[in-house]
């Protein structure tokens, strides 16, 4: 079997659905920023044994939730009638924390189980604010390691796009 979605997909397909246009990363950012409630909750795919990452369930999800919301706004789910502003909002938030929170909780996992030296961000989601708030616990969860493997004379390196890379010893 295969995994065969990618988070920066996943953005695209559900920004399409809300409405934002492609690509649906930047326009799923900038609309979850005007969130206000943050209580809508989306799935989460932890697919356990594995650190692979997969986001078919969750745009599945999206789907669904997004059609209720159009019902509930009394719109048809095939017209182009737009959600309110504030609904795309909280649901651009709810779908945005749900791929944050697999992405920051995979790769620290699988960082400490390998023992990594380094994290590499890359590709058009690691442009996403939601992830990038996390630099902060990259760089501790980095420290942790280094001090955990005793790396004294290897630097470790924690690289975000746009950013200098960063290198320290103990």
Do not use: C
Not at 51 to 74: C, E, Q
Not at 114 to 131: F, K, W
Not at 140 to 153: D, S
């Amino acid at each position: 079997s295969t995994v065969d979605d990618a988070a920066g997909e996943a953005f695209d397909k559900v920004g399409r659905l809300l409405g934002l246009g492609y690509p649906g990363g930047p326009a799923i950012g900038l609309a979850a920023e005007s969130a206000t409630a943050r209580d809508t909750v989306f799935p989460r795919a932890w697919l356990p044994g594995t650190y692979d990452f997969s986001f078919s369930g969750l745009k599945t999800a999206a789907r669904r939730v997004i059609t209720a919301a159009r019902a509930d706004a009394g719109l048809d789910d095939d017209a182009g009638a737009a959600l309110p502003d504030a609904v795309v909002a909280e649901l651009a938030w709810g779908f945005q924390d749900s791929v944050v929170d697999i992405l920051v909780t995979k790769t620290i996992r699988a960082a400490r189980e390998i023992g990594a030296r380094s994290i590499v961000l890359g590709g058009g989601v690691a442009a996403n604010s939601a992830l990038r708030a996390f630099e902060g616990m990259w760089e501790a969860e980095m420290e942790a390691l280094r001090h955990a493997a005793l790396a004294a004379v290897e630097p470790i390196d924690v690289t975000l796009p746009g950013r200098p890379l960063r290198r320290g010893r103990l």
